[in-house]
């Protein structure tokens, strides 16, 4: 009578225990915590969420509601070409879906939390195409969505959302190349140019970059083993090719954003880096400690001269269950090569394990990252910073991502063999990093020679030095259980990674409370007097209340003609400033405002043009209420300066009506940009560099309409390109329709058919 309960009991159980509930399970509750503000009408603001892209957000939501050309923001810098500084993403159809039709607190809430379940359900289907069961690869995909990069980085969503991409471009390159149907082949070589595309327009190239370092050596990889399956060299070129055009493709699609990039950065500081900026945020070798214990450090990181925000970028951490899953997996792949070597022996816990061949070049590219990561602290990424386009991004460190994708696939190697009895090699590995964990920790609590200067620049509390000994050893009491059979050793592993990752990837988001607009906004109090152009630094939150700034921050530093300071106020008049401070941007921190007198109009009448090769030095002793500096010679008659009339703006627009008497130099304290287009009258007029930053034309007697217009040929360009691309897009579409089908499956198996894990 008892039997039934006990059946539904144990049915329960299973279910509870298995691996793949508490993986789900415990991704759900990340999940769940980073959407909560969705649910609460509040917004993140923490570190370059609120400092640069809900500013960004705001009004690119704004210029979709009311129609605005959104390429220009007039609000931060006097102006700046906003779609191309690269960040901003503005053309790719989920963002302008998002901001078209949800209120900007849900859609930029949304926008930084959709790319982890994306990234998830990648590494997943990435993983399965080499067979691994599915508990497995579901592991892997919880190490890599939740690890230490992608957590630390959460407040660069675009970059997070390109990189959610890069296990789906992995999964869609081996079916390009792998797999026997040419129609599947041809499918995932579109999905490939559409998913590649859709990183471009996304922004922050450097991420593209990394997706492209991964995928490249990749699809050699598995070019390498079609040749050693038997395919013929021609045909294994030949899906090479096709996936390289797939790839050109994509760029292609996405050059309505990288196009106007380029136009930027070509006038920007990063056209010519310095050293410094190249190697800056370079990983300290210092932090490979973390693998064994990240609490040996304040947060978490060794960071050096970095302070907080910075020091993000150096969470080599992905769990303790990580490193020691890392070492099991290398004790798999020597007992597997021991075995092979062996010609009497039986074969290892290891073999016939289809991922072996995977995750040997998962070990070779994780060395390889982590190589690039130290940046100047190894001879690697010296030499690749001078290449042409990598020399203008600066944060080797975030070389980290490809590091702990690396890990993920390890991690979920070494998990699918842990129903195999623990061999010599992988439970010898486990010991001696639990050992090495202890011995360090114990050194650095005695402060023993020489790792007394660690101790003393880590800082780490004394309570501190044993946290990451216990995971570790935790993490390897659990492997070995989960290794001997106990379902309930493995699914409290699956916890404990999950809350391991959490407790230290989240450890920058959780004291900053998620906000109200309204809340966010208060902390940054205006001017005494509303309505007039402001000076401070790195101030972007100004935009919110509809405040013009002179300052702002951008991930590209403009060249500019003058220095914009409160010590050169000549500058900030020239730019209509008239309240600036020295304070930069701060939360809570009530800034001393210093009022600027003889403040210039932003928008005037001018009767003398001059030229000058030092700008800073020559403002300082000219009547810029009559005079403006030019480029290029201007014959205007003595006089009186008109009248403006009135004005009317809106991003990317303006429109001034004006009087003179003479012809005059109509100056507008709007910053210049070649793609600058205006009228007078309806009549196109010759856009002057006028002060060095700031752009104006000239007018004739009488009473006049004058119209600026921004419609960059970048842009346009941009456009272009991007319809062939789509057009080509198309074409690849209508060929994979049309390709005939075969009923073989997808080459998937890579070793041999033996044995096969299995934790279902």
């Excluded at 600027?596 to 020559?618: A, F, Y």
Aim: charged share 15%; net charge positive; proline share 7%.
């Amino acid at each position: 009578m008892n039997e039934e309960p006990a059946r539904r009991s144990l049915r329960f159980s299973s279910v509870i225990l298995h691996p793949s509930s508490c993986i789900l399970a415990g991704a759900a509750a990340i999940l769940a915590v980073l959407a909560y503000p969705l649910f609460t009408g509040r917004v993140y603001t923490y570190s370059d969420l609120g400092a640069y892209h809900l500013p960004l957000r705001a009004f690119y939501n704004e210029c979709l509601r009311q129609g605005f050309d959104f390429a220009w923001m007039p609000s931060i810098l006097c102006g700046y070409y906003v779609h191309a500084e690269g960040q901003a993403g503005m053309y790719h159809p989920l963002h302008w879906l998002l901001y078209r039709f949800l209120a900007l607190e849900p859609a930029f809430v949304l926008e930084c939390v959709m790319a982890y379940p994306f990234m998830f359900a990648g590494t997943v289907l990435f993983l399965r195409r080499w067979r691994l069961p599915m508990p497995a690869c579901l592991f892997g995909a919880s190490l890599f969505t939740f690890g230490g990069f992608n957590l630390l980085h959460s407040m660069h969503i675009n970059a997070l959302q390109v990189i959610s991409h890069i296990p789906w471009l992995l999964a869609l390159v081996d079916v390009s190349l792998r797999g026997k149907n040419p129609r599947a082949r041809r499918m995932a070589a579109a999905g490939v140019a559409l998913l590649s595309a859709s990183q471009w327009l996304l922004g922050f190239p450097q991420a593209v970059y990394f997706s492209a370092l991964a995928e490249g050596p990749y699809a050699l990889f598995a070019a390498g083993i079609l040749i050693r399956g038997g395919e013929s060299a021609r045909v294994v070129v030949a899906r090479l090719a096709w996936l390289a055009f797939a790839k050109g493709t994509g760029m292609a699609i996405g050059a309505v954003q990288w196009i106007p990039t380029l136009d930027m950065l070509a006038g920007s500081e990063r056209a010519q880096p310095s050293p410094a900026f190249s190697f800056s945020l370079s990983l300290e070798p210092k932090n490979l400690l973390q693998f064994i214990g990240p609490y040996f450090f304040t947060e978490g990181i060794y960071a050096g001269r970095m302070s907080k925000p910075t020091a993000v970028e150096f969470g080599l951490y992905n769990g303790a269950a990580a490193t020691a899953l890392a070492a099991w997996a290398l004790g798999m792949l020597w007992g597997s090569r021991n075995g092979r070597r062996a010609s009497n022996s039986g074969p290892t816990p290891s073999e016939g394990v289809s991922a072996v061949p995977l995750a040997c070049a998962a070990f070779v590219f994780g060395a390889f990252a982590l190589l690039m990561a130290f940046g100047e602290h190894a001879w690697v990424y010296p030499f690749v910073s001078k290449l042409p386009f990598l020399r203008s991004f600066r944060g080797a460190a975030r070389h980290i991502v490809l590091v702990h994708l690396s890990l993920a696939v390890l991690g979920a190697f070494a998990f699918a063999g842990l129903n195999r009895p623990p061999g010599r090699a992988p439970a010898g590995l486990l010991a001696g990093l639990v050992a090495a964990s202890w011995i360090l920790a114990g050194l650095l609590a005695i402060r023993f020679q020489p790792l007394q200067e660690l101790y003393a620049s880590c800082l780490a509390p004394m309570p501190a030095w044993f946290i990451g000994p216990v995971l570790i050893t935790l993490a390897a009491i659990l492997v070995l259980a989960s290794s001997r059979g106990s379902r309930i050793a493995l699914a409290a592993l699956v916890l404990f990674a999950t809350g391991d990752q959490a407790l230290y990837g989240l450890h920058f988001v959780w004291p900053s409370k998620p906000q109200t607009l309204s809340e966010y906004i208060g902390q940054f109090p205006p001017p005494p007097v509303a309505g007039a152009r402001l000076y401070q630094h790195e101030a972007n939150a100004f935009s919110l209340r509809n405040i013009d700034n002179c300052g702002g921050y951008t991930g590209v530093d403009l060249r500019t003609r003058l220095t914009y300071d409160v010590d050169h106020p000549a500058a900030l008049r020239l730019a209509g400033v008239r309240w600036a401070t020295r304070v930069p941007q701060r939360p809570h921190i009530k800034p001393e405002w210093i009022e600027l007198r003889h403040v210039l109009p932003r928008v005037r009448l001018v009767t003398e043009t001059l030229q000058s090769d030092n700008l800073e030095r020559d403002i300082q002793g000219v009547d810029l209420f009559r005079a403006a500096f030019v480029e290029r010679p201007l014959a205007l008659p003595d006089g009186l300066p008109g009248t403006i009339l009135r004005t009317a703006s809106h991003p990317g627009y303006y429109r001034i009506e004006a009087e003179a008497s003479s012809r005059q130099l109509l100056v507008l304290a709007a910053s210049y940009h070649q793609g600058w287009r205006a009228t007078v009258d309806g009549k196109h007029a010759v856009v002057e560099r006028v002060n060095g930053d700031f752009m104006g034309c000239v007018i004739e007697p009488g009473i006049h309409a004058v119209e600026f217009r921004f419609d960059p040929e970048s842009l346009a360009m941009g456009k272009r390109v991007s319809g062939l691309g789509l057009a080509v897009l198309a074409c690849m579409l209508a060929a994979a329709a049309t390709a005939r089908t075969s009923m073989s499956s997808s080459c998937v198996p890579v070793v041999d058919k033996a044995a096969r894990v299995d934790l279902e």
